[in-house]
C-alpha cells in the first residue's frame, strides 16, 4: 500500500464548476502538506502550503487538511478552463530526518471545459 | 533570478551509457533534490542534498549518483543506463527551515 493515495482521474468539469481534489495517507507522522499544480510538459509548481490541520483560503483555492482522518483536500471555486492540469498533493514531516523529503501522490489529471 | 534550471531538456540514450543531468539554482537554497516522474507513479525521490558536501538517498536512489560541490548545482549521474531510467526527472530546491519546494522544468530522459 503506498503511504498517500490520490485518485488519478481524469477529471472533467465544466467551467464554473466547484472542483473537490483528495488524498488519503498512512504516515501520522506527516505535519506538512501541500498541493503542486503542474501542467503538461511542464515542472510542479506551488499551490497551496498547510501546515498540520486546518484550513487555507488563497483565491478561488481552499485546502483543507484533517489530521484525525489523514485526509487532505483541495477546492477548486469557479473553475477555469487555465485551470485544466495535474494537481499533485504532497506531504513530509517534521524536521530532523524528515526534512525536505516529500512523498507524493500519483497526481489528479483536471480537464475544465468552456 | 532564473530559479531552478535544468539541462538538457530532452535525451535520448542507449543501455549501458552513462550520461550527467545538470541542475542548478540561484536562489541561494541549501537544500536540493531529485525526483523521477513515471506514469500511475507520482514523484519519487531519488538523492537529496542540505548543503554543499552533504547528500543522501532517497526512495528510489539504485543505478544513480550525485554530488554537491558548490550550492548552485546538483548533477545526476546516470552510472549505466538501462531502459527502467526511462522518466522524467525533475530537480527541485528550498530554502532553509522550509518544507515547499521548487521545481526545475524537467529532463525527458529516453533509453533504449
Known amino acids: 500500500q503506498k503511504e498517500v493515495e490520490q485518485d488519478p482521474g481524469p477529471l472533467s468539469v465544466p467551467e464554473g464548476a466547484i472542483v473537490s481534489l483528495n488524498c488519503t495517507y498512512s504516515?501520522?507522522?506527516?505535519?506538512?502538506f501541500m498541493w503542486y499544480r503542474q501542467y503538461s510538459r511542464k515542472g510542479p509548481e506551488l499551490l497551496m502550503y498547510t501546515y498540520s490541520s486546518g484550513n487555507k483560503e488563497d483565491g478561488r483555492f481552499t485546502a483543507q487538511v484533517d489530521k484525525s482522518s489523514k485526509y487532505i483536500s483541495l477546492f477548486i471555486r469557479d473553475s477555469q478552463p487555465s485551470d485544466s492540469a495535474t494537481y499533485l498533493c504532497?506531504?513530509?514531516?517534521?524536521?530532523?530526518?524528515?526534512?525536505?523529503?516529500?512523498?507524493f501522490g500519483q497526481g489528479t489529471i483536471l480537464t475544465v471545459h468552456p | 533570478n532564473a530559479g531552478v534550471t535544468q539541462t538538457p531538456k530532452f535525451q535520448v540514450l542507449k543501455t549501458g551509457q552513462s550520461m550527467t543531468l545538470q541542475c542548478a539554482q540561484d536562489m541561494n537554497h541549501e537544500y536540493m533534490s531529485w525526483y523521477r516522474q513515471d506514469p500511475g507513479m507520482g514523484l519519487r525521490l531519488i538523492h537529496y542534498s542540505v548543503g554543499a558536501g552533504i547528500t543522501d538517498q532517497g526512495e528510489v536512489p539504485n543505478g544513480y549518483n550525485v554530488s554537491r560541490s558548490t550550492t548552485e548545482d546538483f548533477p545526476l549521474r546516470l552510472l549505466s543506463a538501462a531502459p527502467s531510467q526511462t522518466s522524467v526527472y525533475f530537480c527541485a530546491s528550498s530554502p532553509p527551515g522550509r518544507e515547499t519546494q521548487y521545481f526545475g522544468p524537467g529532463t525527458r530522459l529516453l533509453v533504449l
Open positions: 504516515n501520522s507522522a506527516f505535519q506538512y
Open positions: 504532497a506531504m513530509s514531516g517534521s524536521g530532523g530526518t524528515s526534512y525536505g523529503k516529500l512523498t
